[in-house]
């Protein structure tokens, strides 16, 4: 029941986050003095073709109208002109990209696969080389390992991602000619050719934030291990194996599950930059693409995408954390 | 806060607390390290035009006549030469030397600036919410959380469509990295030592004594936050740096032609098998800008604020 209770809290917490920043994206972006109407208007661009266009596209109503229909068409889609012109945007509508004649949302979908292959293998493997390091660190404090795990991890946090991809590129592609070098192949049609492409980009990307992990890892596990019942786990007559294993990691987990939850913003972000070093076609080409084509409901929608999937992922972080530390939930 | 009395500590024991200070951040060789290269970074930024002067070239002439045909510099290392040190751009000529001084400039001033303004904004909102407390501090806190996790670099690259066309672009950048991106962490620290503050003897004290809330936080709690404040912004001057190169990389920060790093590194990525140097100076730059600042600030933490360990974020 508690549960429960926290569960709702946390939802309408995440809705309530999602209203306020969709409002606030939306006031941004229309009170600024771009018109999409008067760029597909075409030439030569008469007031009775520029009003029609703007009607068309629902530009002639006020921002905070516009921003009705907009979650409106999240929930239940929306038609945007009548008659045979008229085009349908399904739900859940992102909006609808007159430029290149297609919703947003099917613009997205198409791409996120590229994304979400980049995020989430650099996740993973920053995951489990940062807490690994920084575990083998804590334990072997002091020794040759530890001084040699801190040393790549100050020069790992300052090497910016898209610098080492290239520097990688030119070495393990184009020197040694070990792994291809750009282009993204989907999962469902070759799954070799899919983990080949994405090997160099992953190490790439989870380099920065592993060396991070790896110190915030070492940091909690030198505090832990400080700890009365560390010290009674080994009483027991536990192995040093079970001690560091379970009751030592488990709580070293709690804090970096809660930077992680952070950190997913900036995973996109960096998946965003990872895809231009590795010319794949992600989510962030589709945004770059949008921002040079001035395509305002294409800019609009894959912003407001991101947050929203950002902060539903912050929401499942949230319940994460309540499983792997119960008194959260308290 | 670094001292563990309860008083505010009087005039004549924080001269030595400076002091003691002074001698272990001497004794860190790799924080010494990355203040004198933090310092070289600064007087190249500073006096950009005299160094240029020196080598005799300035980042804006094309040099048609050093390149190959296909683009490529002619000579050893992508063009390097006496008369161009670091060799010359593919495609343009432009002299490398040049533009990587002058890049140092664009990244100085937008790190600064952005972290300056972050702090500013991070300092007040921080510290007003911890020390006020109420629906005030809720909201704060609120927006700092989404703030904190938010993917910043998209709504960054959008908002750069929809600049109005004679607004000044790095203005526009610098405030949009400030808001979206540098305040919330500085913001989070302030209201949390506020808010430990708020509850020590000294303030306690004054409060009684009949000071009100506006000479409390003024006088007894900002001055105490200056420490960590330090330290949290010359962190922050890294990640600013970094976030413009990373805009400027993707076609998205200043405008060219105005020379920064992350744009020649940009600019790189399809000549970095047939012209690498191209990558490696600016790259090298950057990377050592970063470093230094983070070994810097990294040292600062450990004298300042000795509680914390590792690598914050």
Redesign the interface.
């Known amino acids: 029941m508690r549960a429960l209770r926290l569960v709702s809290g946390r939802l309408l917490?995440m809705l309530v986050?999602l209203l306020a920043?969709s409002l606030l994206?939306y006031a941004?972006?229309y009170l600024?003095?771009?018109d999409p109407a008067q760029l597909s208007c075409g030439r030569p661009c008469t007031p009775q073709r520029l009003a029609d266009a703007r009607a068309f596209m629902g530009y002639d109503e006020s921002w905070f109208r516009q921003y009705l229909d907009f979650l409106g068409g999240l929930v239940g889609g929306r038609t945007f002109g009548s008659g045979v012109a008229a085009v349908h945007c399904a739900a859940p509508c992102f909006g609808y990209s007159f430029r290149l004649n297609e919703s947003v949302t099917q613009l997205i979908l198409d791409r996120i696969p590229v994304t979400f292959s980049i995020a989430l293998g650099a996740a993973l493997l920053w995951l489990l080389i940062g807490v690994g390091a920084g575990m083998v660190s804590a334990v072997r404090r002091g020794t040759p390992v530890d001084r040699a795990a801190m040393t790549f991890?100050?020069?790992g946090?300052?090497?910016?991602s898209?610098?080492v991809g290239?520097?990688a590129?030119?070495l393990f592609g184009?020197t040694l000619n070990m792994v291809p070098v750009s282009g993204y192949v989907p999962l469902t049609e070759d799954p070799v050719q899919w983990l080949w492409h994405l090997v160099l980009p992953w190490c790439v990307l989870a380099l920065l934030s592993a060396a991070?992990y790896a110190?915030?890892t070492?940091?909690q596990m030198?505090e832990v291990l400080g700890e009365d019942y560390i010290r009674t786990a080994r009483a027991k007559g536990l192995g040093e194996r079970r001690v560091i294993g379970w009751h030592a990691l488990r709580n070293v987990l709690i804090p970096i599950v809660t930077?992680f939850?952070?950190?997913?913003?900036?995973l996109?972000?960096g998946a965003?930059?990872t895809e231009?070093?590795f010319s794949m076609s992600g989510l962030?080409a589709l945004?770059?693409d949008?921002?040079g084509n001035?395509d305002?409901p294409l800019?609009?929608g894959?912003?407001l995408f991101?947050?929203f999937?950002?902060?539903l992922a912050?929401f499942l972080v949230d319940l994460l954390y309540g499983v792997l530390d119960p008194r959260a939930t308290r | 806060m670094s001292t563990d009395s309860t008083l505010a500590p009087s005039v004549a024991t924080a001269g030595n607390v400076v002091r003691h200070r002074w001698r272990r951040l001497a004794a860190d060789r790799w924080a010494l390290a990355g203040a004198a290269v933090v310092v070289v970074f600064l007087v190249v930024a500073c006096a950009a035009p005299l160094i240029c002067a020196l080598e005799g070239q300035d980042p804006y002439t094309y040099h048609l006549g050093a390149l190959a045909d296909s683009g490529v510099p002619t000579g050893f290392g992508g063009g390097i030469s006496a008369d161009h040190w670091f060799g010359v751009e593919p495609t343009t000529g432009r002299d490398l030397f040049a533009v990587v001084v002058y890049g140092t400039r664009t990244s100085i001033v937008v790190g600064v600036v952005a972290t300056a303004v972050s702090v500013l904004i991070g300092v007040v909102v921080g510290s007003s919410a911890g020390f006020f407390g109420g629906w005030y501090d809720r909201l704060v806190s609120?927006v700092i959380d989404?703030l904190?996790?938010?993917?910043?670099?998209?709504?960054v690259?959008?908002?750069?469509?929809?600049?109005?066309a004679g607004f000044p672009k790095p203005v526009l950048l610098v405030g949009v990295l400030a808001l979206l991106f540098g305040w919330p962490s500085i913001a989070r620290v302030t209201r949390g030592q506020a808010m430990a503050l708020k509850r020590r003897t000294f303030v306690v004290a004054s409060t009684a004594l009949g000071a009100g809330p506006w000479h409390v936080l003024l006088r007894q709690v900002l001055p105490n936050l200056s420490a960590t404040i330090i330290v949290y912004a010359t962190m922050l001057v890294?990640g600013m740096i970094?976030a413009e190169?990373?805009l400027s990389?993707?076609?998205?920060g200043v405008p060219p032609p105005t020379p920064a790093w992350g744009r020649s590194?940009?600019d790189?990525?399809s000549w970095?098998?047939t012209d690498?140097m191209f990558?490696g100076f600016p790259?090298a730059a950057?990377?050592l800008a970063?470093?230094s600042f983070?070994?810097l600030g990294?040292g600062l933490r450990d004298v300042l604020d000795p509680k914390s360990?590792?690598?914050s974020?």
């Open positions: 917490s986050t920043i994206t941004v972006f600024l003095p771009a991890s100050t020069v946090v300052s090497a910016p898209y610098l290239l520097l590129i030119l184009f991070v110190r915030l070492r940091g030198l930077v939850g952070l950190d997913l913003g900036s996109l972000g965003v930059i231009r070093v962030g945004l770059l949008a921002v001035i305002l800019i609009v894959v912003t991101s947050a999937l950002i902060i912050n | 609120r989404v904190l996790g938010f993917p910043w670099l998209v709504f690259i959008a908002l750069g469509a929809i600049a109005p890294p970094g190169a990373a990389f993707l076609g998205v590194i940009g790189a990525v970095v098998q690498p990558l790259g950057l990377f970063t470093l983070n070994l990294d360990k590792g690598l974020r």
